[in-house]
């Protein structure tokens, strides 16, 4: 973040790294996963346990662009035909919504429990029911951007996650770990989770190979580019789509949002900030 950072204030042209692209850039290479291998085989041991009725909770952690979505979106997409797949964002919200990520899903739940979501009757109708309709199938149920969740989600990510012995369903958490102060409610939430039943992944930047790799030839100093973006996914990507003129507007918005939101937020708690910057969807 921090070399981003320089670069976007001291741009230089042509080029975001001084010299001008070798001939047309390639197509963003979204559909490029590499190495996360691991990450996907830890989440397919976790939907194979759930359907077997063991139920998980599985922690996907990194800073924004690492590619938290991308690697989650490629597992769900493999499982998405023989289990039930359920996407629960949340939003970094000056006013949080209670239980909001549940409500963009009402339209998939069933009446009984959309109207348990309504009344505000959480511990004793709504997070029951909840479980035990994650009861009736395997499932899959992604909460992305928790480190953005109100009260009220965390409160039933920590009721379905301490209860998942014997369900078949699979919890997948997505948050930024750099973000989280210490005394941040998620910490709380995650530490109260069995540790039995609870699976860690923690997502490292690309190596300085991988990036050279999704550079191809269309960048004529693949290590320049490892060096700027510091293996950052969603940072490498968006260079590599970009005209070559200077830093693309894409990750330059990212980072003064992710600056400015944990400027905010050490000026109001003397910790990092939990707001502010944009989903991370790389």
Known sequence: ??????????????????VTPVGPLQKRPEALLLEREDALATLNAAIAAAAQGQGCCVLVAGEAGIGKSAVVDRFARQHDAQVRTLVARCDAMFTPRPLGPLVDLAERLPPSLGQALHAGQTYN??????????????????????HWADAATLDLVRYVGRRLDGVGAALV?????????????????????????????????????????????????????YRVT???????????A?????????????????????????SRTGTTGER???SDRA
Request: without cysteine; aromatic residues 6%; charged residues 15%.
């Open 125 to 146: 109708g709504l997070f029951p029911a909840f479980l035990d309709w994650l009861r009736q199938t395997t499932t899959l149920l992604v909460f992305e951007d928790l």
């Open 242 to 266: 970009g005209d070559g003129s200077g830093v693309p507007l894409s990750v330059r918005d990212a980072v003064l949002a992710r600056l400015g939101g944990i400027d905010a937020g050490r």
């Open 173 to 225: 958490l997505m948050y930024r770990d750099d973000e989280l102060a210490l005394a941040h409610p998620l910490r709380q939430v995650l530490g109260s989770l069995p540790g039995a039943s609870t699976h860690r992944i923690m997502l490292a930047p690309l190596s300085e190979d991988a990036v050279t790799r999704m550079a191809g030839h269309a960048w004529p100093s693949p290590q320049d580019l």
């Open 1 to 18: 973040m921090a070399k981003i950072a320089a670069t976007v204030g001291t741009q230089r042209s042509p080029g975001v790294l001084g």
């Open 276 to 278: 502010g910057a944009p």
């Open 230 to 240: 510091g293996g950052n996914p969603f940072f490498v990507t968006e260079v590599l």
